[in-house]
């Protein structure tokens, strides 16, 4: 007899059985599972958002930009930081954990046999059409080809920049990765990317002509427009997430180029953990929050920096083993010149281990990396090197989102302050939740 899930915890409980990194790859029983959920076609407008950096971003600003236009909006992300009920939101806030007990409860009977990302997936998908979500922005969470969302319909595929990633699973070389990536397309849905690797671009151009999908290629946004999430870097991701919603908006009766509506979307935007600026307190720091782990990411990082005129008085840095981290470690040890590095154990056995990471850091002078086994270790490390000008030389701890995950269990609060803490001070309110 199937278990049933009475509560929160028990769903907690459950996705505990599965095994978070517990893969195995393949759309059978998501496909099944949303038939029994009678899900295949759900009621509601769908984007899937793909790639390797800046997902999280574009979802957060496509998910905004509908907000804006007055659509009832579900936005499915990951990973988490503290609890996975922050994966789940509608209209820019988690889905109540009230809520979670009796969907999940279906899906476990209409399926007990996913995987942990699988079971996420139809839950989300469940609960936003319960709640009669007018759209639901979709991130997926590796790859392309056998990712859960892609067993559900896609109204619009985004692109993001594509990078080596998880080259253990999805093969050695970019065109690999953008391969199994671009196998996400599935029909005539229109395919939005940014600017790629021409290897990358080829792959995306060959699989939308494939199911004569329009390819759009989205520009980034021009400066006079004021976006919620700082960085050069992410004009190209907003300029995605606009893209996409102007193909999006005819099909839930909107006008896709309403001005006031774009620019209060992509303003008003929060996400936790991309140049997040966190203030000093009496229990920490001033510090920057930024999950760039590999070089792609640290390198918009680094120059994001720059242009705010931001040197940090020392970095805590780690990665996972399957990311590119080597070459973003360098990278962020050519931007910090003399200024030390700490270098915590995270807390999964996907984890670099944090004296390999300093071994490579170290291997040129200057030598200023530290391992250290936790991430209180480091925090308590860089206490020592607090700047003088706290806004100008702040803490930064950058690399995996995992390692910002060990930062928000200890303060968990910053997981989603409202207004946003972002580079600006005189930042205009946001909106969204990671």
Known sequence: MQKTLKNFQDVLTHLDTLGIFHMDLRLDRM??????????????????????????????FLASLCAAHGCKVGLYTSPHFVSPAERVAVDGRAWP??????????????????????????????????????????????????????ALPAD???FTAIALDHTNVLGPTLRHIASDKAAAVRGIAPVCTVAQFPVAADCIAAAAAAYSAPLIQAEPLLDDLALGLKGTHQKANAGLALAAWRCLAPLMGKDANEARSQAQGLAQVCLPGRLHRVPANS?????????????????????????????PSCAIFSCLADKDWRPAALLLKRF???????????????????ADVAAVCNATAPHIATALDSIESALAAANGYIGTQPEKQPILLTGSLYLLA????????YTGVRPCKSLSPTHPKMFGKH
């Open 97 to 150: 954990e009230k809520c979670w007990a009796a969907v999940a409860d279906a899906v476990l009977q209409a399926a007990g046999d996913t995987t942990w990302f699988e079971f996420m997936t139809l839950l989300a998908v469940a609960a936003f059409a319960r709640e009669q979500v007018d759209i639901a922005v979709l991130e997926a969470g590796l790859g392309g080809r056998h990712d859960a969302t892609t």
């Open 406 to 413: 060990d930062f928000f269990t200890l303060y968990p609060e």
């Open 156 to 158: 619009v595929l985004c």
């Open 31 to 60: 496909r099944r599972a949303l038939t029994a959920l009678n899900l295949s076609r759900p009621p509601f407008v769908i984007a899937q958002i793909l790639g390797t950096n800046g997902k999280g971003s574009t979802a957060a």
């Open 283 to 311: 229990r920490h720091p001033a510090m920057i929050l930024d999950g760039a782990h590999n070089p792609h990411g640290m390198r918009a990082l680094t120059a994001a920096l720059r242009e705010e005129g931001i040197r």
């Open 336 to 354: 910090l010149g003399t200024s030390p590095i700490f270098i915590p154990t995270l807390r999964t056995e996907r984890a670099a281990p944090a």
